[in-house]
């Protein structure tokens, strides 16, 4: 009937929690204007006790029709948010994840004023008279979700569990919706992959997680031997890598790059973990069998990491360590053929590129957007392989909108961007499929439809290989199998 079955998907950058957390929480993606932000939020301030915290995610200041009466570089001041909802605490996550808008009474709960330094790594937008706008870059957004945790710390151990399983539930039913059957989980805690754990050893896990610990060098010293888990839960839990980040995203303007913005001369983004720590945790990774994953963004982050993985991994760069960089969005064209010459893995989600193109040459201007933006195709061709997803819930967990992303690059109203670096249909379906698999030590057991592999499937009403392309966005999951066992919800 012209349905097709291909190998379970697999989100090879998401964030499971996060992304339960934002299904429960205002999704501002769709805004056009500030001033819709604010309104959605005083809404339902009027439905929630005074002192209630309100959070939301999504909005994003290059995506709005308009700029707010009041901003500083485009992004808004608070003053109008906290005049219309001045007694509830707003924390709204921008829509890279990597800043967040906060209300005068969140920073008063948060002891923010114009006297609270930026953090390492961080930066407190102010006005002109050195006062704090309420957006907070990178690492100093801590200083907000400090304030906003003290909430969840009077949570009980069993309240916090249960929170935890419903945004597990929500998220893996959200994957399995979209053909998704395991996720490469960017970033979590070791009491968060305690939690996993248990859920894993009593079929609790909707679907299969390759969890990445986030931790700095004393943590990881002290708990790595034990804490490396290979297939929990037949197959559900693997727990072999670690996540760092060394700058921010370039939405926001904290990708680190090698020369200005060309949108903000002043600035060359943020580098938000030391070069030294990065080191130490390479060197971790290397004697302890770790996999190590970088979020690097601008090409002087993706320049930093590559100089430490080969430093790191000296004689062993040619031996099988798949260290990964998460993102790989924008690199100096001499950078580009490091990737396939130290087998470093660009684990890239094909909807950012297709998201963010609206301001990539505003930020970048023309020239470094066309030699190093989102570059699959001269990565590939240099020997690369190219894990796909969507980097959930930066984006919408949908694989179709990164699958057509990469083979057409086309936008919304028409227009591509850089055509000549899309990747064919096999690739595409290839970055889905076997790639993350690769990308995780899995190929034995996942990424392809072969005797012996676990029966993770799932059935299309049309031929993803085929199909014309703007099929791609409308083809529908009608059947998912995890393990052989049917896990189809119906909508």
Same mark, same amino acid.
């Given at each position: 009937g012209g349905?097709?079955?291909?190998?379970?998907?697999?989100?090879?950058?998401?964030h499971s929690?996060?992304?339960?957390?934002?299904l429960?929480?205002?999704?501002?993606?769709?805004?056009?204007? !500030?001033?819709?932000?604010?309104?959605?939020?005083k809404?339902?301030a009027?439905?929630?006790p005074?002192g209630?915290?309100?959070?939301?995610?999504? !909005?994003?200041?290059s995506?709005?029709?308009v700029?707010?009466?009041?901003?500083?570089?485009?992004?808004p001041?608070?003053?109008?948010m906290?005049?219309?909802?001045? @007694?509830?605490?707003?924390?709204?996550?921008?829509?890279?994840?990597? %800043?967040?808008?906060?209300?005068?009474?969140?920073?008063?709960?948060?002891?923010?004023?114009a @006297?609270?330094?930026?953090p390492?790594?961080?930066?407190?937008?102010?006005?002109?008279?050195g006062?704090? #706008?309420?957006?907070?870059?990178?690492?100093a957004?801590?200083?907000?979700?400090?304030?906003?945790?003290r909430?969840?710390q009077?949570?009980?151990?069993?309240?916090r569990l249960e929170l935890?399983?419903?945004?597990?539930?929500?998220?893996?039913?959200?994957?399995?919706?979209h053909?998704?059957?395991?996720?490469?989980?960017? &970033?979590?805690?070791?009491? %968060?992959?305690?939690?996993y754990?248990?859920?894993?050893?009593t079929?609790?896990?909707?679907?299969r997680?390759t969890l990445? #610990?986030?931790?700095g060098?004393?943590?990881?010293?002290a708990?790595m031997?034990g804490?490396? !888990?290979?297939?929990? &839960?037949?197959?559900?839990?693997?727990?072999?890598?670690?996540?760092?980040?060394i @700058?921010?995203?370039?939405?926001?303007h904290?990708?680190?790059?090698?020369?200005?913005?060309?949108?903000?001369?002043?600035?060359?983004?943020?580098?938000?973990l030391s070069?030294?720590?990065?080191?130490?945790?390479?060197?971790?990774c290397?004697r302890h069998?770790?996999?190590?994953?970088?979020?690097?963004?601008? @090409?002087?982050?993706?320049?930093?990491v590559?100089?430490i993985?080969e430093?790191?991994?000296?004689?062993?760069?040619?031996?099988?360590?798949?260290?990964r960089?998460?993102?790989a969005?924008h690199? %100096?064209?001499?950078d #580009?053929?490091?990737?396939?010459?130290?087998?470093?893995?660009?684990?890239?989600?094909?909807?950012?590129?297709?998201?963010?193109?609206?301001?990539?040459p505003?930020?970048?201007?023309?020239?470094?957007?066309?030699?190093?933006?989102y570059?699959?195709?001269?990565?590939?061709?240099?020997?690369?392989?190219?894990?796909?997803?969507?980097?959930?819930?930066?984006?919408?967990?949908?694989p179709?909108?990164?699958?057509?992303?990469?083979?057409?690059?086309r936008?919304?109203?028409?227009?591509?961007?850089?055509?000549?670096?899309?990747?064919?249909? %096999?690739e595409?379906?290839?970055?889905?499929?076997?790639?993350?698999?690769?990308?995780?030590f899995?190929?034995?057991?996942?990424?392809?439809?072969?005797?012996?592999?676990?029966?993770d499937?799932?059935?299309?009403?049309?031929?993803?290989?085929t199909?014309?392309?703007?099929? #791609?966005?409308?083809?529908?999951?009608?059947r998912? !199998?995890?393990g052989?066992?049917?896990?189809?919800?119906?909508?």
């Amino acid at each position: 009937g012209g349905q097709t079955i291909t190998p379970g998907l697999t989100d090879s950058h998401a964030h499971s929690m996060g992304l339960g957390h934002s299904l429960q929480i205002l999704s501002l993606s769709e805004a056009n204007t !500030w001033s819709e932000i604010v309104n959605q939020v005083k809404q339902v301030a009027n439905t929630l006790p005074k002192g209630t915290w309100i959070a939301g995610r999504g !909005w994003h200041q290059s995506k709005w029709t308009v700029k707010p009466n009041q901003h500083v570089d485009g992004y808004p001041d608070h003053t109008t948010m906290s005049n219309a909802v001045p @007694d509830h605490p707003v924390v709204l996550t921008h829509a890279s994840g990597h %800043a967040l808008f906060a209300n005068e009474a969140a920073m008063k709960l948060a002891q923010v004023g114009a @006297d609270t330094p930026d953090p390492i790594g961080g930066e407190i937008l102010k006005d002109a008279a050195g006062q704090p #706008i309420g957006v907070f870059r990178e690492n100093a957004a801590g200083l907000i979700r400090r304030a906003q945790s003290r909430t969840t710390q009077r949570m009980t151990n069993r309240a916090r569990l249960e929170l935890t399983r419903q945004h597990i539930r929500l998220a893996g039913d959200a994957c399995i919706r979209h053909g998704i059957t395991s996720v490469h989980d960017a &970033g979590s805690s070791f009491s %968060a992959a305690r939690t996993y754990r248990e859920l894993a050893e009593t079929n609790e896990l909707p679907v299969r997680l390759t969890l990445m #610990i986030r931790a700095g060098s004393q943590s990881l010293s002290a708990r790595m031997s034990g804490s490396r !888990w290979i297939g929990i &839960g037949d197959g559900f839990l693997t727990v072999r890598s670690v996540k760092v980040s060394i @700058d921010g995203a370039l939405g926001p303007h904290g990708a680190w790059l090698l020369q200005p913005y060309s949108d903000l001369p002043t600035k060359r983004g943020l580098n938000t973990l030391s070069l030294v720590e990065l080191e130490r945790i390479a060197e971790l990774c290397k004697r302890h069998d770790w996999q190590l994953c970088v979020h690097a963004i601008g @090409d002087r982050a993706n320049r930093e990491v590559l100089d430490i993985y080969e430093k790191v991994l000296g004689d062993d760069v040619g031996s099988d360590h798949r260290w990964r960089i998460e993102h790989a969005q924008h690199l %100096a064209p001499v950078d #580009i053929p490091r990737f396939g010459a130290l087998g470093v893995i660009p684990a890239m989600q094909a909807n950012h590129c297709t998201s963010d193109a609206i301001f990539v040459p505003r930020r970048l201007g023309e020239r470094r957007s066309a030699q190093g933006a989102y570059v699959w195709r001269s990565l590939i061709d240099t020997g690369a392989i190219i894990p796909n997803g969507t980097d959930a819930p930066v984006e919408h967990i949908d694989p179709r909108v990164s699958l057509y992303a990469a083979v057409t690059r086309r936008l919304t109203g028409g227009e591509t961007f850089y055509p000549k670096q899309c990747m064919t249909r %096999a690739e595409a379906l290839l970055s889905y499929t076997l790639w993350p698999a690769i990308a995780a030590f899995q190929e034995k057991d996942l990424g392809s439809i072969e005797v012996g592999k676990r029966a993770d499937l799932v059935m299309w009403d049309t031929n993803l290989l085929t199909c014309p392309p703007e099929q #791609i966005r409308k083809a529908r999951a009608t059947r998912v !199998w995890i393990g052989g066992v049917d896990k189809t919800i119906q909508d």
